[in-house]
């Protein structure tokens, strides 16, 4: 969890025993915005390192307060699985990236074409992309109408309005 906010973001990994962790670090990107949030953990498997992450998100149009750190975790990210790579190292990255990379990520009710994200904000997933298999496409290339997260004041979630 973060040092500087209390109950503010956080994430963590379990693994079985098999796979229990050689390694583990705790915020290991430092970005300006998001320091000390607890928003990544890396965990080396020895057969594979493990990326969890909660990208910080970039706040409500359309003054996008958080952009600049998101885009700066994104990238920071981007840099150190590509670090990994090149050593020859498996790479694997979950959690919530709080960006959609398609439009058929989003519900046709909340309409991608209405400026959801930043052009940035979506050329850094697609950057992080082109190094990384999106697992979900691509074992489910053209399945649609699967999302994460619903808005929960207006009972999306019951009419699977997400995204």
């Not at 705790?26 to 990544?40: K, N, Q, S, T, Y």
């Not at 965990?43 to 409500?60: E, I, Q, R």
């Not at 998101?70 to 050593?87: G, N, P, Q, V």
């Not at 940035?120 to 399945?143: A, F, M, Q, V, Y």
């Amino acid at each position: 969890c973060s040092e500087s906010k209390t109950g503010y973001s956080g994430v963590t990994t379990w693994a079985r025993i098999q796979l229990a962790a050689v390694s583990a670090e705790a915020d290991p990107f430092v970005c300006e915005g998001c320091e000390r949030e607890g928003r990544a953990l890396v965990t080396d498997h020895a057969s594979f390192v493990l990326f969890n992450v909660y990208v910080p998100n970039a706040g409500d149009r359309p003054a996008r307060a958080r952009l600049e750190a998101k885009l700066a975790f994104l990238e920071a990210l981007h840099d150190r699985i590509k670090t990994l790579l090149a050593k020859g190292r498996q790479v694997i990255a979950v959690g919530d990236f709080n960006v959609a990379a398609e439009d058929r990520d989003v519900h046709s009710k909340i309409g991608w074409g209405n400026n959801l994200y930043d052009s940035r904000e979506l050329s850094t997933l697609h950057k992080l992309l082109s190094t990384c298999t999106d697992t979900w496409r691509h074992l489910h290339p053209d399945t649609t109408g699967v999302y994460t997260v619903w808005a929960e004041k207006t009972s999306a979630r019951a009419f699977n309005e997400g995204l």
